[in-house]
């Protein structure tokens, strides 16, 4: 019962985080968006870090650690909060959804795991729905408007990426540790890249709005969402993880109208829902 919990709640909250991050990433800029909800997400977990730390005594895994912090946060929210200088928090979201379908890509390219008939019609389906949400322009993606929708495909891919790394290399590790610490390198390569693109936060910008959204992203849409995720992870699957992503553009979709009124067009509508039953396909077998 806990880890249907966990998913309902992540998905609650990483469905308002599509909005929240439209409404301030021309504050903080793209990359800077990444280094200030990750340094505040690792900042909200530092106190009870501390007290797992001083309890672990097998060496931590600080290699696994930083090629999770990159796969799983520092690159793919860098590709995510670029998609919404682009394309509306609604869209953002429901190609989010590609996440299991990628997920399970993944594991069989790379992690030995099997797919069968159901599982290849499901990522097929899951494409279709990606050409449904370009208007049947896919091939504009290889071009200058590969920015938007292009940048988010590729945000899922490194989610899962990063979901099947961590449950196979750092499973056993302290769930607290693991998230901070991954929290932290992704807050460095934020700093990192948005130094070298003059892309860093405008503080003096910031008005208490601004403010207070940032805030969240930390505190809530990254250091709880994060703990949410990796417990799902490593007491479940990292397929079943991905499924939040099945739930996100729902709650998007309805915040977005309500608060930035965007248009809930007839695409994007079927573009959900066929990206959805490539999802169902996917985790179909897996329950068999």
């Given at each position: ?143 200058s408007n590969f920015i938007g ?5 590729l945000a899922t891919i490194f ?53 207070l959204v940032v805030l969240i ?72």
């Amino acid at each position: 019962m806990k880890i249907y919990v966990a998913l309902l709640s992540l998905s609650f909250i990483w469905g308002i985080a599509f909005i929240l991050i439209k409404m301030t990433v021309d504050d903080t800029g793209v990359w800077g968006m990444v280094f200030l909800r990750c340094f505040l997400g690792a900042l909200t977990l530092l106190p009870l870090f501390l007290i797992r730390l001083r309890h672990f005594e097998r060496p931590i895994p600080y290699k696994q650690l930083i090629i999770l912090g990159i796969l799983n946060a520092g690159i793919p929210w860098g590709l995510l909060a670029w998609s919404e200088t682009v394309i509306n928090s609604n869209t953002t979201s429901v190609i989010n959804a590609l996440t299991p379908i990628f997920t399970a890509l993944i594991g069989y390219l790379f992690f030995k795991k099997k797919l069968i008939k159901k599982q290849w019609l499901g990522i097929f389906i899951g494409f279709l729905g990606i050409v449904i949400l370009t208007e049947f322009q896919i091939h504009q993606l290889l071009g200058s408007n590969f920015i938007g929708i292009g940048t988010m495909v590729l945000a899922t891919i490194f989610y899962g990426f990063g979901s099947q790394y961590l449950k196979k290399h750092l499973q056993k590790l302290d769930l607290v540790i693991t998230i901070t610490i991954s929290l932290f390198v992704a807050s460095i390569v934020g700093l990192t890249v948005g130094f070298l693109f003059n892309d860093l936060p405008n503080f003096s910008q910031f008005d208490v709005q601004t403010t207070l959204v940032v805030l969240i992203l930390g505190t809530i849409g990254s250091g709880v969402a994060h703990f949410l995720l990796y417990y799902m992870i490593i007491n479940g699957t990292p397929e079943f993880a991905a499924t939040v992503a099945y739930i996100i553009p729902i709650t998007a979709i309805i915040s977005s109208y309500i608060v930035l009124n965007e248009p809930i067009t007839a695409n994007l509508l079927l573009g959900m829902l066929i990206i959805f039953s490539g999802i169902y396909l996917t985790s179909l077998v897996r329950k068999t």
